[in-house]
């Protein structure tokens, strides 16, 4: 299920969205779907998007990757560990998928957390599992974690990666994004960015959130929305 909190900061709508629905934070996925800065005459505040499925966004992604904070659950290291009866299956399972796509490769697990799992894939094929804009990438973690729901581990998130893509391209996003906030701020109107998934519009709005002049918003339906990057002042006249 999906619901929208509002807060002056993002930790105050995140909190709000604890409270309101009775939840620890790590229980629910969370969707920055705007922000606004504090001006002369506007108080500033972030909307947010909160999925209490396991399909929605996992705000903790990234920190998970860079051994981040928030997280109360250390990442286990896998080196030289043998994957349990739920992760062979998942092993399995993804082997198996990719080989019936004619693209086959060795799985292994990456990292292992208390509700998200890490898994890689090593092929020689990597650049076409990968896909543009990690789309192929995408649709293959979907199917992982919906294989995981049928296991009964529906609030395990299972996070796929190949060829350290996830880190390469949210490295690329965050130069996207202060390019496109630097020409913003030069030309004083708006950019609209190419249709993302949750996490890399997260990555987008999260990096661009402390720039005073510059705000952003999503726009679209679907899963794949657009971020418009905009000069603080202009969304009078947009």
């Known amino acids: 299920m999906e619901f929208e909190f509002e807060g002056r900061t993002e930790k105050e709508a995140i909190d709000k969205a604890a409270e309101e629905l009775g939840l620890a934070k790590d229980d629910f996925d969370v969707e920055i779907l705007e922000t606004q800065k504090t001006g002369l005459f506007k108080k500033g505040y972030v909307r947010i998007r909160v999925h209490t499925g396991s399909s929605g966004l996992i705000k903790g992604e990234s920190e998970s990757r860079q051994g981040g904070k928030g997280n109360s659950s250390k990442k286990e290291k896998t080196t030289g560990l043998a994957p349990n009866d739920f992760e062979q299956k998942m092993i399995d399972f993804a082997e198996g998928l990719i080989e019936r796509m004619g693209y086959p490769g060795k799985v292994s697990i990456l990292f292992r957390e208390k509700s998200k799992l890490g898994m890689k894939i ?15 990438l995408d649709a293959l973690q979907l199917l992982l974690n919906i294989y995981a729901g049928r296991l009964g581990k529906e609030d395990v998130r299972v996070i796929l990666d190949t060829e350290n893509y996830r880190i390469r391209r949210e490295e690329s996003l965050v130069r996207l994004a202060y390019n496109v906030a630097e020409k913003v701020r030069e030309s004083r109107g708006s950019i609209l960015l190419e249709p993302m998934n949750p996490f890399d519009r997260w990555l987008i709005h999260t990096t661009l959130n402390d720039i005073g002049d510059v705000e952003t918003k999503s726009e679209g339906d679907g899963l794949y929305k657009q971020v418009r990057v905009f000069y603080r002042g202009l969304k009078t006249s947009m």
Do not use: E, R, T, V
């Open 122 to 136: 090593d092929s020689a094929h990597s650049s076409i599992l990968i896909g543009k804009k990690g789309k192929n």
